[in-house]
């Protein structure tokens, strides 16, 4: 049967939608390996051409790393390349085990359970730990695969405020008879990068006899004395009951995930979480170099040392040439420009200055929070950093955005 017109004229309109409402997201093709310079093709069609890379996850510089590409090579040697089976059946290697044994003493946890994604830790979390008689307390901006997961769940729900420790308190309150209480939040926030008030949250959680739930995914390896994440950041590690992250960001970027926290729940996890127990086993080759990234980071800070300094640098740069940035303490520094338009613009005219970042606006942050997110990486040189710091100023001084309050902002035509 051919696909039937209607549905085809259907999901035409819905892209066009899309398109007309200045929404439509365009992929750049890189021909390359990911790093602080990659050769993007631009226009498309066109050989590539090298930008600095202001946007990627890539924040330690491991994702391309000698060391890490020579030890995924050995483990594409030593476990072959696919394992074509789930867990319980015939997919788990001894390397699995290790890599769980070894996430557990770098997060200062109980256990861990691996999964193919941080996505599918979120989806499976709640639904398998929580029943009907449970609520999770979520801080409003918590990242789309939380939501997900919460919604697979079969547990009430409420929010609070972002980091509102008032207004987390009145939830507690509101819902202290529940028999579990959990408390969800991210670590570090992905669109602002600030860090959640996990000292206070834990807090409130022994007050009120709740669970705590942490998201690191922007955190593990970089953020915290030793990289451990925004736990040891805050000063509460062993104090979170589970966390999740993923190795598709600082932990050399490929794929791959897992829950980390107390020994029941995670036991539980490997008994019923369905993402686990319906689809394949993370791919040895991820696992053994995930082995080694931890490998690297345990015996060296220098990395997220080096990670540390230089975003420091790059937020007091913008700060200073008049740029309004969400204050933080993260390498994730957001330069907020409210206009949705002004920031596509913007972001085009960066690109076309060999610099590489990524305009946010509605639905991935809030009506009039528009906002160029940059990331800093280990791999970026003092180079790299002055030659994008430039290039934002030259583009802002061309629109005459520097010093401009909100206001004048949104007002702008573009
Ligand atoms: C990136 C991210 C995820 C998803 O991780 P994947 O392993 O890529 O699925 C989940 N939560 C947060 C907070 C993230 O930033």
């Not at 999901?11 to 790093?35: A, T, V, W």
């Amino acid at each position: 049967m051919a696909f039937p017109e209607v549905l085809r004229r259907k999901y035409q309109d819905i892209l066009q939608q899309i398109r007309q409402s200045g929404l439509h997201k365009q992929e750049r093709i890189i021909h390359d390996k990911q790093g602080a310079r990659i050769a993007v093709e631009y226009p498309f069609g066109s050989a590539g051409k090298e930008l600095i890379n202001m946007c990627s996850n890539n924040y330690l510089g491991l994702s391309s790393h000698p060391q890490v590409i020579k030890a995924a090579h050995q483990a594409l040697d030593h476990r072959g390349y696919g394992l074509s089976s789930v867990r319980f059946i015939c997919g788990t290697q001894d390397i699995h085990k290790e890599l769980e044994s070894h996430l557990s003493d770098f997060l200062g946890t109980e256990d861990s359970i691996l999964f193919s994604s941080c996505f599918d830790a979120n989806a499976a979390v709640f639904e398998t730990l929580l029943d009907e008689s449970a609520i999770m307390i979520s801080d409003r901006l918590v990242h789309a695969s939380i939501i997900d997961g919460m919604r697979l769940s079969r547990a009430a729900h409420d929010t609070y405020k972002h980091s509102d420790m008032q207004h987390l308190r009145q939830k507690l309150e509101l819902h202290k008879d529940k028999e579990t209480k959990i408390i969800i939040t991210d670590g570090v926030f992905s669109m602002d990068g600030d860090i959640a008030p996990l000292a206070e949250i834990v807090e409130l959680a022994e007050e009120y006899q709740a669970l705590v739930f942490v998201d690191d995914s922007h955190a593990t390896g970089f953020i915290g004395a030793k990289g451990r994440g925004s736990h040891e950041h805050c000063q509460v590690m062993g104090k979170i009951d589970l966390i999740s992250t993923t190795f598709g960001k600082a932990l050399g970027g490929a794929s791959g995930g897992c829950i980390s926290g107390r020994k029941e729940l995670i036991d539980l996890l490997r008994q019923r979480a369905r993402p686990y127990l319906f689809s394949n086993t993370l791919a040895p080759i991820i696992t053994m170099t995930t082995l080694k990234v931890l490998d690297i980071l345990a015996g060296s800070t220098q990395a997220r040392d080096s990670l540390e300094r230089k975003a420091a640098w790059w937020r007091q740069a913008l700060i200073q040439a008049g740029f309004i940035v969400v204050a933080g303490e993260s390498p994730i520094v957001p330069v907020m420009l409210y206009n949705a338009k002004l920031t596509q613009l913007f972001a085009d005219e960066l690109y076309k200055k060999k610099v590489f970042a990524v305009g946010f606006f509605f639905p991935v942050v809030p009506q009039a929070q528009a906002r160029i997110r940059t990331q800093v990486s280990a791999a970026h040189s003092e180079e790299d950093l002055l030659f994008a710091r430039d290039a934002f100023i030259e583009v802002a001084q061309k629109h005459d955005i520097l010093g401009k309050t909100k206001a004048e902002l949104l007002n702008m035509q573009v």
